[in-house]
């Protein structure tokens, strides 16, 4: 029974992202450097589309130790990667990703839309904290089309 819940809730969960890589911005005498952080997560109900976000990280002692709190700059840009089809139960804004960006009550999520009329998927990266969230946000968007054969060699 706990099992069956596990997988449950972990179906339920946004996606998980995997680092590609990073660079420093700035040198820190203690602690990590700032950087910017290139990051690549697959859509969960969506297979064939992967986004790519690059994000700010603090360093310092603080960030070492997990409590500062990261800025609000981010960047997206999501790619069909494979064959798409898009669920018929989509949810309109539903979440797809978030990561922490500070020990408590600031997180970077995004957020997926469909646009029928277009068959695209359009994919929002924002900020939010408890308090005060930041209006910095990134957008992008993914046209589906056919994968394979004649079409996309």
């Not at 706990?2 to 995997?18: I, Q, S």
């Not at 203690?30 to 990051?39: A, P, Q, T």
């Not at 970077?108 to 924002?126: I, K």
Request: aromatic letters at 6%; charged letters at 25%; one cysteine or more.
């Amino acid at each position: 029974m706990r099992a069956a819940l596990l997988a449950l809730a972990l179906l339920a969960a946004p996606a998980v992202a995997e680092e590609i890589g990073e660079v420093d911005t700035a040198f820190k005498l203690l602690g990590s450097n700032h950087k910017i952080v290139v990051e690549a997560f697959d859509d969960p109900d969506v297979p064939g589309v992967t986004c790519f976000l690059s994000r700010a990280k603090t360093g310092g002692i603080s960030g070492s130790l997990g409590l500062a709190e990261d800025t609000s700059d981010a960047s997206i840009a999501c790619r069909q990667t494979g064959p798409v089809t898009i669920p018929e139960d989509l949810e309109e804004g539903e979440q797809v990703f978030r990561q922490r960006t500070s020990l408590l009550f600031k997180a970077l999520q995004v957020v997926r839309f469909h646009d029928e009329a277009r068959n695209t998927l359009v994919y929002l990266s924002y900020s939010d904290k408890l308090i005060d969230g930041s209006p910095k946000n990134a957008i992008s968007a993914v046209v589906v089309r056919p994968w394979g054969g004649p079409a996309s060699e």
